[in-house]
């Protein structure tokens, strides 16, 4: 199929208007090794660090004069200003890969809790002053809570980690979607976490949070504490 690509790069729910050409995962190893008084040496084996992501983009300023670029494109100016809010604000967010064949049929996704380590653009004038990018990711660990409640006596312990932990205010009782949405960018946007998507996808009978249309109207849930 000609300019088909089955791969969908999401950062905080932004599609990027091109699928990069290749993607670099790194795992480091953190096992360590002792010398020891008679000259032997032991291992220390321990759990792989926080794994590293990164890949290089583009931003074309034309892209629908692109067979490969995906709907709904915007200018390159959008992307770097939505990438740069992420930095700068030392937010984490989602990593998704979406992976299906030719057919449309859904293979396994990547999604990885992540902030951003390095971001860099360059603008070139032979390639139409399109702009190209690198940007590098870094795993965040996702951290668990206990709450302990004591009642007549009785104690019980919730545990949670902080992507199941949601607020809402001055969330509409609808959202019509726009061009460019997501449900995870919705539930970033209104519950201040974008894991919100499953109540919304529960409460509007959605099966694929990915294969939603603009101008559906969407009920929204009032809904505080955990997920």
Do not use: C
Not at 208 to 213: A, H, L, P, T
């Amino acid at each position: 199929m000609a300019g088909y690509t089955g791969y969908d790069f999401y950062l905080d729910g932004v599609l990027l208007p091109v699928t990069p050409s290749s993607l670099t995962i790194k795992t480091p190893g953190q096992s360590t090794t002792f010398d020891v008084i008679n000259y032997s040496e032991i291992s220390e084996l321990k759990s792989p660090g926080l794994r590293e992501i990164s890949f290089e983009f583009s931003l074309p300023n034309n892209p629908e004069n692109l067979p490969f670029a995906k709907s709904g494109a915007q200018p390159p100016r959008y992307y770097i200003e939505k990438i740069e809010q992420l930095n700068h604000g030392k937010r984490t967010f989602q990593f998704i890969i979406n992976r299906k064949t030719p057919q449309g049929v859904r293979l396994d996704d990547t999604n990885i809790t992540v902030s951003i380590w390095d971001f860099q653009t360059k603008e070139d004038a032979e390639d139409g002053n399109d702009f190209k990018a690198s940007i590098v990711l870094k795993e965040f660990p996702k951290h668990t809570t206990q709450f302990i409640t004591v009642t007549n006596g009785t104690t019980s312990v919730k545990k949670t980690t902080d992507d199941n932990r949601w607020a809402t205010t001055g969330v509409p009782k609808t959202y019509t979607i726009k061009t460019g949405d997501t449900l995870y960018n919705i539930g970033r946007t209104y519950y201040n976490n974008g894991n919100a998507w499953k109540k919304i996808a529960q409460m509007n009978g959605i099966t694929d949070q990915y294969n939603i249309k603009v101008g559906t109207v969407l009920s929204m849930p009032e809904y505080f504490g955990v997920l």
